[in-house]
């Protein structure tokens, strides 16, 4: 996890896109950061077309999520908290 925030922390510094504010996000919530997670994708999710496109998003990595030991209820309750702290 800790070279892929590297990798997206450079990335982010010369071109921004919201893939890879949701992608930090997820590195940041897979090592216990989930303050940080909410942060990346709070700056991340206006960039999307709507809630519900960055909700579609997210969930195109939901296993990804769940084999690195989050639950379905967590991914449920992130998206909760997301568009709740964003709209």
Same mark, same amino acid.
């Given at each position: 996890?800790?070279? &892929?925030?590297? #990798? *997206?922390? @450079?990335? !982010? ?7 890879? +504010?949701?992608?930090?996000?997820? $590195? ?8 940080? &997670?909410?942060? #990346? *994708?709070? @700056?991340? !999710? ?7 496109? +960055?909700?579609?998003?997210?969930? $195109? ?16 309750? !992130? ?9």
């Amino acid at each position: 996890f800790e070279q &892929a925030e590297r #990798y *997206y922390l @450079k990335m !982010m510094g010369q071109e921004q896109n919201k893939f890879d +504010f949701l992608n930090l996000a997820h $590195v940041y919530w897979c090592q216990g950061r989930r303050a940080d &997670a909410v942060a #990346y *994708y709070c @700056k991340g !999710m206006p960039l999307f077309e709507g809630h519900e496109a +960055f909700r579609q998003s997210f969930m $195109v990595d939901e296993s990804y999520l769940l084999k690195h030991g989050l639950s379905s209820a967590d991914l449920s309750l !992130m998206l909760d908290q997301i568009r709740y702290l964003v709209d």
